[in-house]
């Protein structure tokens, strides 16, 4: 899709196969399993390391690639606790919100073959969102005012997240009305808080688009993505619940306290079955995601799986919001995030599917690259310009950590790095 293999290009895929193949034959947890070029690499490896002999953060999965092959392989630190439980690329992560890019791609899917449009009102396919109504703001008694949307909602408001589905942890007013109607079946349990199309707002949209995808194929949310996404390109780790096998390889979740020190928390119990609704609550690994981020780099196939045409890969990456700012997140509960603003000073918009930098990051992904994370700060990004993309994963609370963002920094600083010396 993006044209043929320069020379550097050619070379760091050799390399990367090289390094990949280097480290299957000698899997070493704790430590970088392939490299960009040799020795290059040992800047991000340097970095990674000191963050975590510095105990700044727990444990690090960090892996990067180009279209074709697995660039940078580092893992470093600890899984949990335990000295003993080291992290390791098939090390597993909750990643939360990550997962919207998943259910993008499955809606995106059911609009190729004609089963979803991006412009009709959702509600012809999921009938609940026909009763949806406005929150306009509150009379003098603070009794919520609502009304019917004035435009229908439709699957691009929710893609792109100007719905008006806003989530509790960063907008007050969704506290003020939860409060209120706690109880009161007259309301609705969730509104939306401005008209569709007229504001961006980060919040519950695709779980939604999730339902839809589920009553326009016919198939559970979960199935869904195994037999269309997650099974044809091997990632066989993104899972929503985890066997014994993968739970012995899951990383325990850090909470930082009010000093700054990370405890860690008890893997969570095994429950029963519960709702998945395509917004969160699901498993993966760094090497799963980053086969996914791969197979979008390369227009929608990877190692002979289709998962979505060049065309639509194309749109994906297109702003979807024209003028409206997007990004910027104030938080109502430090504990769980802290405010968000990932590129201050950077111009950012909305794809379907992902955060958009409309301006480059000084050292680090193009203009028009894509990106966005997970609660227990994950991160990934798409780089359709220099044809990469990567990803990092941590378990820690809250959101938008500091060492956790910095980790991330010298991660994304240091590939580049490495590519400009090739």
Known sequence: MWGPLSRRDALLQTVGLAAASMAAAVPVPGRAASSLAPLRSREIDGALSATVSAQKIPGVVAMAANEQSVLYVGAFGLRNGDAASRMSTDTIFRIASMVKLLTSVAALQLVEQGRLHLDEPAANIDPALAAIQVLAGFDAKGAPQLHPPERPLTLRHLLSHTSGFSYLLWDPKVARY????????????????????ARWAYGGSLDRVGRMVEIASGEPLER??????????????TVVALDDKQRAREA?????????KLLVQPLEK?????????GGGIYSTASDYLALLQALLNGGSLRGARILQPATVALMSENQIGNLEAGILKTTNPALSNDVNFFPGTHLRWGLGNMI????????????????????N???WIDPSKRLAGVIMMQILPFADGEALNAYRQFEHGVYRALRQS
Not at 252 to 260: M, Q, T
Not at 270 to 278: D, E, R, T
């Open 357 to 376: 930098n409309l301006d480059p990051v000084p050292d680090g992904r193009s203009a028009g690259s894509l990106t966005w994370a997970g609660l227990f």
């Open 378 to 380: 994950t991160y990934y």
């Open 270 to 278: 095994p429950g029963g079955s519960k709702a998945f609704l395509g």
């Open 178 to 197: 939860l409060k209120v109607a706690r109880g009161k079946r007259n309301l609705p349990r969730m509104p939306l808080m401005f008209e569709p199309g």
């Open 224 to 237: 869904y993505f195994r037999d269309h996404i997650t099974g044809p390109l091997g990632m066989n780790d």
């Open 252 to 260: 325990s979740l850090f909470v930082r306290d009010a000093r700054g």
